[in-house]
């Protein structure tokens, strides 16, 4: 259960859209579900970062800075959120792992990278390191979530119109909050019912790479933009839920995963075991 590898490597272009993340439940879930499957090293590592708060507390604040005036938040941060996918096939000629610097960040992928180098590196301050540690966090799980990956002409789902057991809504939001919401759970009574302990399932998932997270989640959206359903009722929730409960859980062990390796050096060496290399250490 400790053992908790992970592996790294990025891609694509993308069209601005806007977008919201995982609702907050869903953000807190993959929080919480991360906290149980960090290594003693790592906790004592993040602490100061966390100033006192959890994975769960921190997961929403990138979502909640956007109501900061300051240039950033307005009108910059948006595109870490989401990357628009024209064709996943072609995902590897789109990595950048050489990312250092904010004005370098163009999409998802690019944010995960430079909140990555900028917590391995020892040159960064205290201050730019929370930064990143909170942003990564958030930023994780937005990569798990269906249409962060979605299409550039309907903005990730935002513009295609749906009504939710009777209530007009859009795919995005359906996606984000409201099938989570559906089943009427506080985040941690959510994530009690869908933690793991599978340790075949916990390295089936780690043996993965931010690309591969985006890459999932660009073909659930597409399959489910091709079923066209406008209407959504109890049919589809009971069809899209368990898709649901695998992302959040598959972005909490990953996530994991991810500190794991850049906070306990112990995990390096397990890491050699996946049957995808090890990528983390380009990233410096």
């Known amino acids: 259960m400790r053992r908790i590898t992970l592996a790294t490597t990025l891609l694509l272009g993308l069209v601005t859209s806007q977008v919201q993340a995982w609702g907050q439940n869903g953000h807190r879930i993959v929080g919480e579900l991360a906290e149980a499957h960090l290594t003693e090293t790592t906790k004592q590592a993040i ?95 937005d990569s798990h979530q269906p249409f962060h990956a979605g299409r550039a002409d309907d903005h990730g789902g935002n513009k295609i119109k749906v009504e939710f057991f009777g209530k007009n809504s859009n795919l995005h939001s359906v996606w984000d909050t409201e099938l989570i919401q559906n089943e009427n759970l506080s985040f941690t009574e959510f994530t009690r019912f869908i933690q793991t302990e599978n340790k075949e399932l916990i390295a089936e998932y780690l043996a993965s790479t931010p690309a591969d997270w985006l890459i999932e989640s660009s073909n659930i959206a597409e399959s489910i933009y091709n079923a066209e359903q406008t209407e959504m009722k109890y049919r589809y929730v009971f069809d899209h839920m368990p898709i649901v409960k695998t992302r959040l859980v598959q972005g909490g062990i990953r996530l994991a995963g991810l500190l794991n390796l850049i906070f306990d050096g112990s995990m390096q060496a397990k890491a050699k075991s996946l049957s995808k290399p090890l990528a983390l250490e380009s990233a410096n």
Do not use: C
């Open 47 to 141: 602490l100061p970062l966390l100033e006192g708060d959890s994975l769960a507390e921190v997961s929403t604040w990138a979502d909640e800075m956007r109501s900061s005036p300051n240039e950033f938040w307005q009108k910059k941060s948006t595109k870490w959120h989401y990357i628009n996918v024209s064709d996943p096939k072609n995902m590897q000629q789109h990595v950048h792992t050489d990312i250092h610097s904010k004005e370098q960040v163009k999409n998802i992928l690019d944010g995960i990278y430079y909140t990555i180098n900028t917590l391995k590196s020892e040159k960064t301050s205290i201050d730019e390191k929370r930064f990143a540690m909170r942003f990564l966090v958030h930023l994780v799980g």
